[in-house]
């Protein structure tokens, strides 16, 4: 993904963020004359401000290092039972000395505590002794071998990352990659690909859930859908009368009419609709990420293929995952769409029917240019040809797809209501619910400085930026 021509993010493994970790920590013990391990806890204690840690250390340094425990104890007489068994350790600020079993259970119950106060940025550990200030670093640690070594390196890491939480980020679905947002990319929405294949939102890290905002995806995740699924079981247990055409209900394989004034209202009808296209979609889904992994398998298993073909024909399988989660989240995307606004509803369907089609197109096509590519047979040039064309074709039928829906579908003009006397009325553009007095939609105002850059999450794409619209009663977010 690009913006303006360079990179929006890369992703990078645990062991490449730790490195950079390390850098900092380096580059502080080399200017400061100190040890790694005390460089470690003055960073973490900082929440890695490098500048506020040369700012600190220039400042006054012993004071500073005093109040991080990180001198040694005025008291050199103090001495505890066993000194001198190599089973004893202390930290190198004091002379508190306890067996490795019980540092191992102390750190170990410190580091679980501290990982569920996911809200705690300054996450220094001192001593084991009670009142003694002296820090536990990276020092002591060593001493005490596995797990808790492990424990703390995955501790630091976490530190680091949570305190550069504005650039890098865990992906959501994997333990074992990082995404470092570039620095001259402004902090704006933009979709993720990890390279264990999980797409994601920067912003909200939920699922992408292009062309739906955060607030709505938010929305219909955790109340919506599950609304939905419970108005259609109940749906399937009711039908209408054939004497009075009220509601009748199944109660223990007896049928029993109902009043009519318990009917299930349209809207309600209009969420079971867009669930059942939901799941519909995401089935889809399903079935182009195991067709990715089965490509994947092939492609791994014919050893005549070059890199560039290989990396080609994942990133084609790879857009049909991504127009997939596009066309899952229109439905979505449907149903916040007011009531007023028929035409736009019936323009969407169009819209979708024909991305639908776009898209089971260039799957035939690929299933027919990846057989010819691995199997390495004559007019394997017009295989590379045709397999650039419709990755191109249809990743830029996707991208005037998505940005038609975040635009608002502003190519249908709606005059639906205009002779309707209402205390209020729905923005074309986000669908946001504003109040009859405002001239201006209240949260199009407020998001935007510039209209938003959008594009299709791939290698070609350029930045997006998700539309910070509202739906009525969910608060922003």
Known sequence: MNYNGRRLYSVHTREEIREKMMKEVV?????????LSDATVILVHLCWNLCKASDRLVDDKEKFLSELGLVGSSDEDLEVDGE?????VSTPFCS??????????????TLKKKKKKEDERVLSISCLSQDCVASVGP????????PVKEMYERYLLASFMES????????PDCDDYAIKRHDEVPSEDFDVVCLCGHIFCWSC?????????????SFWLNELLYKSRNLARTAKRIKHCPECYSLVENHDGVWKCTDCSVSQPSNDSALIRHMTLWETSDAALQRSKWDLEAVEEKTMDANCLRELDMKAIREAWMLTV???LVLKWSCVFGYFISDYHIAKKEYLDYLREKATANLSKHKETLHEVTDGIISGGGGIIAFREKLGDTTETTGNYFRFFVKTLEDGLCDVKVDAYEDVTTDYWFCDRCTFKNDSFDQECRMCVFSFESPPHVALCNVNSSASSHQQQQVTNVPNK
């Open 164 to 171: 550069n939480k504005e650039t890098i980020k865990r992906c």
């Open 84 to 88: 001198g068994d190599d089973n004893l």
């Open 139 to 146: 020092g002591t640690v060593e001493k005490l071998g596995e």
């Open 27 to 35: 580059q502080i013990s080399e200017v400061f004359s100190l040890s």
């Open 96 to 109: 508190h000395k306890f067996s490795r079993d019980c540092w191992r259970d102390y750190l170990s119950k």
């Open 322 to 324: 991504q127009c997939r």
């Open 205 to 217: 890290q939920l699922e992408s859930h292009r062309p739906v905002t955060c607030n709505n995806a």
